[in-house]
């Protein structure tokens, strides 16, 4: 991979001249509607499968729409009535927000230290260990969300779980003496774990891909300066790598607000111990177990829109780094 | 939608007919209830209930297939998530043509206009009298009949005997005292024993203690339900239930998240001497420690001062999904399973109690001694909840199961219970 | 970047060993506990307590678990070939052609995909009642292919961006349409980006819960993930099994990862450094 991406740099230079050239008028039209028609069955199934939805969920938040309505078949506008219902309800300020918001910040900050940390240490190895190293980080990733939520629900059994086992043999606590997914910070930290096991290794290959590509000159004319490691990383490193540093921050910041299945498949996480809902699963349990589609779907905009704020600001940065 | 209504009222009138013609000309050109050849009917049944299901869902596909000619596609489905389950395949039309409703669920499903009404197939089949009380009850809103009474039970106490006697402590408690002396007697004898589990996530474990201090969930005064979980005699309730885990360490923290199947678990290895299970859990013992299942012993739940407290009567109700497309077929099975052998032999190899009362006298008539410790529970202090719509949102909010992890977590009771009360009037003011 | 001493190469192998310990040792628990002959005495110890395959037979034989399994492979397959053609096209789109509206197109595509699931669902739900699209396997597949589209899509430009301007000329000057060009030329050269997309979209597809937990009622038409909770639900303290169900789950995804590894890292990287 290390050869790959450089001769991929060049891009620009070879194909803008080559796209003046003198082109038939008829293929220069034929060349004109390509695009568009290559482009129609993607725009088709994302307009209809992503962005119709979107039209259609936020008409349901404006109404108070249950399982008798969706029956009848009739709609029932309120207005703002689900907007104004959802935003003075404290639950949504102390328990759901700060746990969509704080956990994704947490799981962000630490998904990008870890990864950022394996690959550095990777990029130190020889060929044979970081292809070793690589592979083993493959497999935290490839486990899925769903078996690895149970691994960890598994691990940190209150009865029989490795951990508690551990402790208890240890002496320094007894089986079954605590439920770490009914308090609010324990049932958080284990999902933290989690997610940055799971979401890590994706942050650690793409940053060593980068890595690689970073030219050994740059960090020799930084050490003639005197500069140490921490300033090499700061120096070098971190501006040469920004472009792809945004977008693993934007991509796991995207996956980390998004987390459903593994606080869902947790003890309690499914609605039962309110206190550890996030936003997703609030939505989820007001629409399928509520049967209150309207509050579900006004509950879906507000995620949506949080996650359309965030990605709008990343996009930003992003475009300013280079050209899409 | 307008034509489903029109198809069903046809189909009424073609069960009347048939009653005496056992022909059917014009029930919305489906060509009669016995003729159901070709045709396939999809039955949710709820798991767990009936420990031997497998053999009597054969029977049961056999015999309907026998009398109709229609083929029945059983589906068994788990009770935890099941009302999720249940409104989701409402609002996708994807539900089965009949299933097994839990009865604190038809109100609001009935509501919803999810199932039927059945009163008029039932009054023509000539099954409507001699049906259980209570589960009538549970399954009528607006003076409709929206499940046909199948089974029901009640939960009750059940112990290891040989675990009580080592301790010397064999009696029917008869007041909360006596409980919590058995309680302590346990736990001192063997440390490593859960004596008493106090499942966080059985809501219906705990009732018995809000009933028997006198306490309510929510009363009702003309149309309008209210809050009373937080009540004084409630709350007492509550805290005298709760204290026994978190003062008396009757319990083990991980139950503070354990659903009836867990103590069930835990009481399977013998760790755990008693616990608060339901009428039907014997015949799951049987089946699955036939050793432990010759040690049981069951004794009443007792109130504060006295031996019998109000338990939770529950059941299911046979309901038909509006969104069938063989409405007689489905009452057929309806009729087929809650008639008859079928209803003996279920409620035989459940511990539940029929839904009809010749079977149910003839079962506690011929009944064990842990039978009849059930039906006297059922007998003297069978409640049901709310009948109310709003009551499946309850549930389905867990707001009392919330209610009684949190206490168990640390909440002070009296916080806890009026922020279910708060929850539940939200509820019945929609 | 090249200095070898002692101490760098000790820590250097203690680096190796914790890293690999730390990333694989979930893995290695899930596996332990599901050949484990009584996980839940098994308490602290590394090694299993005992041998024995009777999980996985309880998990495939009594609970039924094949049949999720191919229920997940029918929708896994079909959404990596309908992703996999309709991205190419795309890809080819963006990554060859300079119009109008290119830019919004491409930001579109990475808009599309923080929309979150949660969100769909519901419509989504509603739409596919109308369509009697619920409890099918094709209605899931369909919107499968929505969600694994937008990453499809992002990651191929990479790889055909990446094949030679100057072959496709080439072509051109030998006289051959586009179409035969693509065909000859581009789709040989982006195989192994497809390769790397279709293991993407496998991958989603075989992952996805709530939808399959939403769309599919019917027992017989479970997928993995709803069918390993079913069983979870049902059997909350059989360690062993959920583990073995999880293993099951797990393992194919895990090998197919580990086997286009090479594959996917380049596609990342060629799509983060693009841009």
């Known amino acids: ?324 | 939608m307008i034509a489903r209504r029109h198809v069903l009222a046809a189909g009424a009138a073609g069960s009347a007919a048939l009653a005496l013609a056992a022909c059917g000309g014009d029930s919305g050109g489906s060509g009669g209830e016995v003729d159901g050849e070709g045709k396939t009917l999809t039955f949710w049944l709820m798991e767990g209930t009936n420990a031997s299901a497998d053999a009597y869902i054969e029977e049961l596909k056999t015999a309907f297939t026998e009398a109709t000619g229609a083929t029945l596609d059983v589906q068994v489905q788990p009770w935890d998530g099941a009302h999720d389950k249940f409104v989701t395949a409402m609002a996708g039309g994807t539900g089965p043509d009949v299933a097994e409703v839990g009865t604190t669920w038809v109100p609001e499903f009935a509501d919803a206009g999810g199932i039927d009404d059945l009163s008029e197939d039932i009054e023509a089949a000539g099954l409507a009298d001699g049906l259980v009380e209570g589960l009538v009850e549970a399954g009528s809103l607006d003076g409709g009949t929206y499940g046909m009474p199948w089974y029901a039970g009640v939960r009750s106490i059940l112990a290891n005997r040989e675990m009580l006697e080592a301790a010397g402590v064999a009696e029917q408690p008869q007041s909360w005292d006596d409980l919590l002396t058995m309680i302590t007697t346990l736990k001192e004898h063997d440390p490593d024993w859960i004596p008493f589990p106090v499942a966080g996530g059985s809501i219906f474990s705990a009732m018995p203690f809000v009933w028997g201090a006198g306490g309510e969930i929510a009363t009702q005064e003309g149309e309008t339900w209210t809050a009373a979980i937080n009540s004084p005699e409630a709350v007492e309730g509550l805290t005298w239930y709760t204290d026994l885990a978190l003062k008396h360490d009757a319990s083990t923290s991980a139950a503070t998240t354990w659903l009836e199947t867990d103590s069930l678990a835990a009481f399977l290895q013998e760790t755990v001497p008693m616990f608060i299970t339901g009428s039907w859990v014997p015949a799951t013992i049987e089946a699955e420690n036939p050793e432990l299942a010759e040690k049981l012993v069951a004794f009443t739940i007792p109130a504060k001062d006295s031996a019998v407290a109000p338990s939770f009567l529950g059941g299911s109700l046979m309901c038909r999904f509006t969104e069938t497309a063989e409405p007689e077929l489905a009452f057929e099975l309806i009729k087929l399973v809650t008639t008859g052998d079928f209803a003996t032999r279920w409620a035989e190899e459940t511990n539940y109690f029929p839904g009809t009362t010749a079977a149910l006298d003839e079962v506690v008539a011929g009944g064990d001694e842990i039978t009849k410790v059930f039906a006297t529970q059922m007998t003297e202090g069978g409640k049901s909840v709310p009948v109310t719509p709003a009551w499946g949102k309850i549930e389905g909010a867990k707001t009392l199961g919330t209610m009684i992890s949190s206490v168990l977590d640390g909440t002070a009771v009296q916080d806890a219970a009026d922020t279910a009360a708060e929850e539940m009037d939200g509820f019945f003011s929609e | 970047m090249n200095r070898r001493t002692p101490a760098t190469t000790a820590a250097r192998a203690i680096g190796v060993v914790v890293l690999l310990a730390l990333t694989l040792f979930p893995f290695y628990w899930m596996l332990s506990t599901a050949v484990d002959t009584s996980p839940l005495s098994r308490g602290a110890s590394l090694l299993p307590s005992g041998l024995t395959l009777e999980h996985f037979e309880h998990v495939l034989v009594d609970a039924g678990f094949l049949r999720y399994v191919r229920v997940s492979l029918v929708v896994a397959l079909g959404t990596v070939v309908l992703s996999g053609a309709v991205a190419l096209l795309a890809a080819v789109a963006v990554a060859r052609f300079r119009f109008r509206l290119r830019t919004q197109v491409l930001v579109m595509v990475l808009m599309v995909q923080m929309v979150p699931l949660e969100a769909l669902v519901i419509p989504l739900f509603l739409q596919a009642r109308t369509l009697g699209m619920l409890n099918s396997l094709l209605g899931l597949t369909i919107v499968y292919l929505g969600f694994s589209l937008a990453f499809a899509i992002w990651n191929l430009r990479g790889f055909v961006a990446a094949v030679p301007r100057e072959l496709e000329e080439a072509a051109y000057v030998d006289g051959a349409s586009w179409w035969r060009m693509f065909r000859s030329i581009l789709l040989p050269l982006v195989a192994p980006g497809l390769v790397a997309t279709s293991v993407f979209s496998f991958i989603t597809a075989w992952n996805e819960f709530i939808f399959a937990l939403t769309f599919m009622q019917d027992g017989s038409k479970y997928t993995v993930g709803v069918g390993l909770r079913t069983f979870f639900t049902q059997n909350t303290a059989d360690w062993g099994s959920v583990m073995a169900a999880s293993t099951i789950i797990a393992l194919p995804v895990v090998l197919f990862f580990v086997l286009v590894q090479r594959n996917l890292a380049k596609g990342i990287t060629a799509g983060a450094v693009k841009g």
């Open chain 1, 1 to 324: 991979m290390s050869t790959a991406a450089p001769d991929l740099r060049d891009r620009q230079d070879g194909a803008a001249p080559l796209e003046r050239r003198a082109v038939p008028p008829g293929r220069r039209l034929r060349r004109g509607l390509a695009p568009w028609l290559l482009l129609a069955p993607a725009l088709i199934v994302l307009g209809v499968l992503l962005l119709w939805p979107m039209v259609r969920v936020l008409n349901l938040s404006l109404q108070d729409y249950e399982l008798k309505n969706l029956l009848r078949g009739d709609s029932n506008y309120v207005g703002l009535d689900n907007y104004v219902q959802v935003l003075t309800d404290p639950f949504l300020w102390q328990i759901v927000l700060p746990n969509t918001v704080g956990f994704a910040i947490v799981c962000v900050v630490l998904t990008m230290a870890v990864g950022t940390v394996v690959a550095l240490f990777l990029n130190t190895l020889g060929t044979a260990w970081r292809s070793i190293c690589t592979t083993a980080i493959m497999v935290a990733w490839a486990v899925p969300a769903l078996t690895g939520t149970y691994i960890f629900v598994w691990l940190f059994d209150p009865q029989s779980g490795l951990v508690i086992s551990a402790l208890d043999g240890l002496g320094l606590m007894e089986a079954g003496s605590v439920n770490w997914f009914t308090n609010r910070w324990s049932f958080y930290a284990i999902a933290t774990l989690n997610v940055v096991y799971h979401g890590f290794p994706f942050i650690a290959v793409t940053m060593l891909a980068g890595l690689t590509t970073v030219p050994d000159e740059l960090y020799e004319a930084a050490a003639l300066d005197g500069a140490g490691a921490w300033t090499r990383f700061w120096q070098v490193t971190v501006p040469t790598l920004r472009p792809i540093i945004a977008v693993c921050v934007i991509l796991s910041t995207i996956w980390d607000f998004k987390v459903f299945v593994q606080i869902f498949l947790m003890p309690g996480g499914d609605g039962s111990t309110r206190e550890v809902m996030n936003l997703g699963v609030w939505s989820y349990t007001q629409s399928f177990a509520q049967g209150e589609y309207g509050m579900g779907s006004t509950i879906a905009v507000l995620l949506t829109a949080l996650l359309m704020v965030i990605s709008v600001v990343y996009i930003r940065t992003l475009m300013k780094e280079e050209e899409l």
